[in-house]
Structures are given as structure tokens and as C-alpha cells.
């Protein structure tokens, strides 16, 4: 079901615009609320009023009309939305989107959006098989963008190939997998720690990282969409946790270990994914410190390693690193795996683009102890925190026997 989910349906100018009418029913019949929007193209093969009817709520096709409540439509709609999903997308579609053009109320939504966006193609054989189309969709693809279909079929010109849109039940499953978590944390209890970690040298000043603590607040919201119960062990980030997440706000390596150690006991699973500063200054200075105009050496002493102590303290637990590299990823990774204890490795080069830490995606490979690495394809960082967590469920089944 998707009870209460806002779900944003693009329909764009291909002969398959009439199946986007089959595919608003069987989203209404799982209790979505859904907001259609029509291109121009669109509205040449079907009317906005079936939409409207189904979906008992006006269509919007109009960029420069205002919404029922006086606001810019396009802005709106994006803000209310759970996901964005443009079935059947045409290859002018695509283009568009994957260039950035805005010169309709679909694409300007588009670029506005900040939810999951699934894109389910349709177009003739050639069309979807030319090289221009082709690098849109590794490029939106590359952005976090889901594709579904299309599929090998006959196609309306009479061609056999792919380009016919993808089932409307396959849509449909696309699109809870992304929207309705699976409750297979339910009795977890899982300590998250994120961000960086600041380790003051004078009053103003400190030594740290650009950890931006994305990854770990996006594994904090799964394991929770999860059923699991959340403990998050936070750095100094601008991040907003959920409330119902039990968060220890902490500035400094020693003050994380000692937030970490106190909710050991009750944790059954620990996922580190901050960035600890490994080096903190010998001493804080009581006042700022001032300049000489001379050379000047800091220096510096190592922090706790907080994943090493767990590494030796973890008894029935699972526990989960971070690497975070610049060179030699596998190799440096597969040392903290052995070196650490842990049950796996996250690893990712941070200089790669897409990856790392301000970055809304990441790109990264996992390592187990069996000596499997998996290397997952550029995600968002809520999809590669259910990725992780995917992991550790089938952890726990395994060591259940089940
Ligand atoms: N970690 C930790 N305490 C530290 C340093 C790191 O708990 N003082 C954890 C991180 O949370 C991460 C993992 O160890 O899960 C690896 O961190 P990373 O910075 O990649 O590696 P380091 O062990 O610090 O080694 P190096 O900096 O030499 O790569």
C-alpha cells in the first residue's frame, strides 16, 4: 500500500500517455494521493480531465498559474511530494531533463524536486537506442535517478525491440521499494554515530574534517523507517535529526567514545559512520592564541580509536566501518576490516565525483569478511544507507540460521 504517500505523476507526449491512466488507478487503489502534471505533448493524445477524474484533483499542465492556495504551482507541488515518477517519458523528456531545461511546468518541477524521481521510458526502437538518449539516461542515471523499463516488446511503429513502457505493476513495485520500507528491524537496536568531530585548539579555533554527517543521519532515518530503535552519536553537523531518534550531540572524539560506550550495553547493531578526527591537539589553549608572524608547529596527538575498542569489545554485535580513502581503496579497506573486527566495510574515495562528504550521493563498495566486495553503483545516501542495512539484516538471518 502506499497510504498517505504524495506522489507527483509526470505524463509526457508518447502514444503510451493512455497506460498513465491505468497506471493513476492502480496507484489510487493503494491509497496514494496523486497530483498529475501533462506536458504539452501529453495533452495531444489524452485530456486532463481523465486524470482529474481519477485522481480527483485538478491537473496541472499551466507553469504560470498559481495553485489553489496562491503559490507558484511548480514549487508547491515538488515541496509536498514523496516521490516524482514520469510515466511514459519521451526521449525530448529526458533530454531535457538531463540538460537542465526548464521551459514547462514539468521540467521546472523537476529541477525543483528534492524527492526520489523514477523515470519509466517509453519511445521507438531507434530513438531509445541513439547515442543522445542513451548518454541522458547514464547521466541521469549517474544523478540518483531510478529508470524502469522500458521493455522488449512490438512497439506502435511496428518495430520489435525495447521501448514499449515497462508493466504498470513493475512501475508500481519500483516505486514502494523506494517509498515503503520493509520492518525487518523491528526489536534492533541500532547506534548510528555521523559528522565529523572538532577537536578545539584555542577558544575559536579547532582541527576537523568536511564530514557533513549526511550518510550517517540517512542511515539513522532507514534503520528507523525500519522499526528499528535509533541511537545517534552526532558530531557538530546542520543536520536535523528525527525526533524520535535518541541523539547525544558530542564535539570531540573522546566525547563520542564516551557517548558510544555508554549505549554499548543496549546496542545490537553499530554502524560508524563519522568521520573521527584521528589527531586532536596536545593541549587546548585558555586563550586565543595570537600571531608572531613566525613559522608556527602544532602539535598534535592521536584520538581514541573509537571502532578499534568496539572491534574488541563487539561480543554477539554486528558492526559496521567507514573507510573513507583517497588511494588504494580495497587494500586500505580490507585492513580496517581484519584490523577493526568488523563484520563489513563501507568503503568510498572520497575525491571521485558523487562521493564523499558534502555530497547528497555516494559511491561505494562494500567489503565483507567472507572476502565479497560489492561495488553498488552512485546512490543517494538514503539508498545506500537501505543497502547497508539489506547487509545486516541478511547478517542477522544468517546467524539465525534462517
Ligand atoms: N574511527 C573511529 N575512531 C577514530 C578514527 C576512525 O571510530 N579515531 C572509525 C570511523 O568512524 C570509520 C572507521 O574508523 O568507521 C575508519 O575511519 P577512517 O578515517 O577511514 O580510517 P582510520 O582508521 O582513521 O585510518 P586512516 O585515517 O589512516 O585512513
Request: net charge neutral; no cysteine.
Amino acid at each position: 500500500m502506499l497510504t498517505g504517500k504524495e506522489i507527483v505523476l509526470g505524463v509526457t507526449g508518447s502514444i503510451a500517455a493512455y497506460k498513465a491512466v491505468e497506471l493513476l488507478r492502480e496507484l489510487i487503489k493503494r491509497e496514494a494521493s496523486v497530483t498529475v502534471v501533462m506536458t504539452e505533448g501529453a495533452r495531444q493524445f489524452i485530456t486532463p480531465l481523465t486524470f482529474a477524474t481519477l485522481s480527483k484533483r485538478p491537473v496541472l499542465t499551466d507553469l504560470f498559474t498559481l495553485d489553489y492556495h496562491s503559490r507558484i504551482a511548480h514549487l508547491s507541488t515538488a515541496e509536498g511530494a514523496d516521490l516524482l515518477l514520469v510515466a511514459p517519458a519521451t526521449a525530448n523528456i529526458l533530454g531535457k531533463f538531463a540538460n537542465g531545461l526548464a521551459d514547462d511546468l514539468l521540467t521546472n518541477l523537476f529541477l525543483a524536486a528534492h524527492v526520489p524521481i523514477v523515470i519509466a521510458p517509453a519511445m521507438d526502437l531507434h530513438m531509445w537506442q541513439h547515442p543522445a538518449v542513451q548518454e541522458n539516461v547514464r547521466t541521469l542515471q549517474a544523478r540518483g535517478i531510478r529508470f524502469v523499463g522500458p521493455e522488449i516488446g512490438e512497439l506502435a511503429s511496428g518495430l520489435y525491440g525495447p521501448g514499449r513502457l515497462a508493466e504498470i505493476l513493475e512501475i508500481i513495485r519500483a516505486i514502494e521499494a523506494i517509498l515503503v520500507s520493509p520492518q525487518d528491524l523491528v526489536g534492533m537496536v541500532v547506534l548510528v554515530t555521523a559528522g565529523p568531530t572538532q577537536e578545539p585548539l584555542d577558544p575559536v579555533r579547532y582541527v576537523s574534517n568536511r564530514s557533513s554527517g549526511k550518510m550517517g543521519y540517512a542511515i539513522a532515518e532507514a534503520a528507523l523507517a525500519r522499526g528499528a530503535k535509533v541511537i545517534l552519536v552526532s558530531g557538530p553537523t546542520s543536520l536535523k535529526p528525527p525526533s524520535s531518534v535518541e541523539t547525544s550531540f558530542v564535539q570531540t572524539a573522546e566525547e563520542m567514545r564516551e557517548a558510544v560506550l555508554k549505549h554499548l550495553p543496549e546496542a545490537t547493531i553499530i554502524i560508524k559512520a563519522a568521520a573521527v578526527a584521528d589527531y586532536r591537539p596536545v593541549r587546548v589553549l585558555p586563550s586565543k592564541l595570537k600571531k608572531t608572524g613566525e613559522p608556527l608547529t602544532l602539535e598534535l596527538i592521536p584520538t581514541p580509536d573509537i571502532l578499534e575498542e568496539l572491534g574488541k569489545k563487539k561480543e554477539g554485535r554486528i558492526l559496521v566501518g567507514f573507510a573513507a580513502e583517497t588511494e588504494n581503496v580495497i587494500e586500505h579497506a580490507r585492513e580496517k576490516l581484519s584490523k577493526k573486527n568488523l563484520d563489513f566495510v563501507v568503503a568510498n574515495d572520497v575525491t571521485k565525483e558523487g562521493s564523499g562528504f558534502a555530497s547528497e550521493t555516494n559511491l561505494v563498495t562494500i567489503l565483507d569478511r567472507e572476502g565479497h566486495v560489492e561495488e553498488l553503483p552512485l546512490l543517494s545516501k538514503k539508498e545506500v544507507a537501505h543497502r547497508i542495512l539489506d547487509r545486516v539484516v541478511a547478517l542477522l538471518q544468517k546467524r539465525r540460521g534462517g
